[in-house]
């Protein structure tokens, strides 16, 4: 693995590495990157697959898939109620894209969650979705609506004015948030492994190779914050069905 790792920093260096002002990868090395992240993802659902046929999970891979599933589902039925069940695919899709490329950017100098532009891609894709939802689910006057808060007297128009342009700069503010929170983590680590190497170099000593518990943990509660917090997204504009179900 050792091997490996240098032949690919010597044959790609200047896309893996950081360029002029840019932080992650580059263009090209990030496009390379999110190939092979999802070549990855699809070899082991398809591996997975085969374990299907049996009743009882013989394969580990397959179990761990099973397991993933439940804990996916519990955390859209736990935020959501029932009709979180429809939004698990998207769900599962965000986790396993993100813990996939954390878990192997612990062998390499940089990761796809590294970059700014591709965090920023996957908190507008969830953002525009949730839109989508509340839309659908609301109307579209009843999902606008909703940014202006509680009903008011027409004499407290100015408040209700003020609230909705708080509202919608929050709702603008959760691209940010998702797209820094991510990218602050996975970005920072490698930060942090690169100056423990540094300090180790005289003694031969990667003291880097230290911090990887830390890494492993912070994959996992990466992808379950995104996560989560997509849930709580779409749990927001979506809340109304429940009042119906209720009255029904």
């Known amino acids: 693995m050792g091997n490996f790792l240098t032949n690919v920093e010597r044959t790609l260096p200047h896309f893996l590495a950081e360029e002029g002002g840019h932080t992650g990868p580059s263009f090209i090395g990030l496009s390379i990157y999110v190939g092979f992240l999802v070549i990855v993802m699809f070899g082991l659902m398809a591996a997975a697959k085969n374990g299907l046929k049996d009743r009882v999970f013989k394969s580990t891979l397959t179990s761990c898939f099973e397991q993933l599933y439940l804990y996916i589902e519990n955390m859209c039925v736990g935020a959501m109620g029932q009709k979180g069940r429809k939004y698990i695919p998207i769900v599962i899709s965000f986790w396993m894209i993100i813990f996939t490329a954390n878990v192997i950017a612990l062998f390499f100098p940089t990761s796809p969650t590294a970059s700014l532009s591709f965090n920023l891609g996957m908190a507008l894709v969830v953002v ?8 659908r689910t609301n109307g579209f006057i009843g999902h606008i609506s909703h940014f202006a808060g509680p009903k008011l007297a027409w004499p407290l128009l100015p408040i ?3 609230i909705f342009i708080i509202e919608i700069i929050s709702e ?3 691209n940010l948030s998702l797209t820094l929170r991510l990218f602050g983590n996975i970005h920072g680590g490698h930060q942090a492994v690169e100056a423990m190497n540094k300090l180790g170099e ?16 912070t994959c996992v509660v990466q992808a379950l914050i995104f996560t989560v917090l997509t849930c709580v997204y779409l749990s ?3 809340h109304q069905d429940d009042g119906h179900a209720e009255s029904h």
């Open 128 to 135: 525009a979705y949730v839109q989508y939802e509340g839309i």
């Open 160 to 162: 209700t004015l003020m």
């Open 172 to 174: 603008m503010m959760k």
């Open 202 to 217: 005289s003694f031969y000593i990667p003291f880097g190779s230290f911090l990887l518990p830390v890494k492993l943990l």
């Open 236 to 238: 927001l504009v979506t």
